[in-house]
Antibody
Framework: QVQLQESGPGLVKPSQTLSLTCTVS??????????WSWIRQPPGKGLEWIGY???????YYNPSLKSRVTISVDTSKNQFSLKLSSVTAADTAMYYC???????????WGQGTLVTVSS | QTVVTQEPSFSVSPGGTVTLTCGLS?????????PSWYQQTPGQAPRTLIY???TRSSGVPDRFSGSILGNKAALTITGAQADDESDYYC?????????FGGGTKLTVL
């Protein structure tokens, strides 16, 4: 059973960079045709896809966030990471890491981690 | 950018049937968009219900079904139960990546 767990600071100052890590257990992050993804949800609002990284290292980002987002993978630690630069209060959200299969759906979700942007 | 549309809210009586839809601001939804559906209750991570238009995820009761109805993807709940009261999100896969709909808040009363 694959499990994903987000980790990182719960509070980030405006204009700084938000950094989160997702640790994958129960399977190798480098095996299979999977897209390792980040999804967020502002308080009281809907879900938003941020982007994902394929095993090959290819990345795909939401066009509305592309200029500020970097997703990377560390196969030695079985982790992948999110960096979102120049954050504002609008980036306050629950951030989920997730695995997306070749049929383009999320088959495993992390529990989510709340990140608040505030001075 | 193309917007994925969902009804903001819907209501169903216990035991009743309800169909939620997922459309596009421009164009029609087809199976090539790989429609998927997720259920979310307050304070919880989403749960995957349906993928690839009509395939139920493991452990999902068969009263949840997916389809294409006209120019939209659809999620039908047959025999609604109290614990089906949740937010439901559809996702379409596009050239720009995965696009979530705004979600439908389903009330069972």
């Amino acid at each position: 059973q694959v499990q994903l767990q987000e980790s990182g600071p719960g509070l980030v100052k405006p204009s700084q960079t938000l950094s989160l890590t997702c640790t994958v257990s129960g399977g190798s992050i480098s095996s299979g045709d999977y897209y390792w993804s980040w999804i967020r949800q502002p308080p009281g609002k809907g879900l938003e896809w941020i982007g994902y990284i394929f095993n090959s290292g290819s990345t795909y980002y939401n066009p509305s966030l592309k200029s500020r987002v970097t997703i990377s993978v560390d196969t030695s630690k079985n982790q992948f990471s999110l960096k979102l630069s120049s954050v504002t209060a609008a980036d306050t959200a629950m951030y989920y890491c997730a695995r997306v299969g070749w049929l383009r759906f999320v088959d495993y979700w992390g529990q989510g981690t709340l990140v608040t942007v505030s001075s | 950018q193309t917007v994925v549309t969902q009804e903001p809210s819907f209501s169903v009586s216990p035991g009743g049937t309800v169909t939620l839809t997922c459309g596009l601001s421009s164009g029609s939804v087809s199976t090539s968009y790989y429609p998927s559906w997720y259920q979310q209750t307050p304070g919880q991570a989403p749960r995957t219900l349906i993928y690839s238009t009509n395939t139920r995820s493991s452990g999902v009761p068969d009263r949840f079904s997916g389809s294409i109805l006209g120019n939209k993807a659809a999620l039908t709940i047959t025999g609604a139960q109290a614990d089906d009261e949740s937010d439901y999100y559809c996702v379409l896969y596009m050239a720009s990546g995965m696009v979530f709909g705004g979600g439908t808040k389903l009330t069972v009363l």
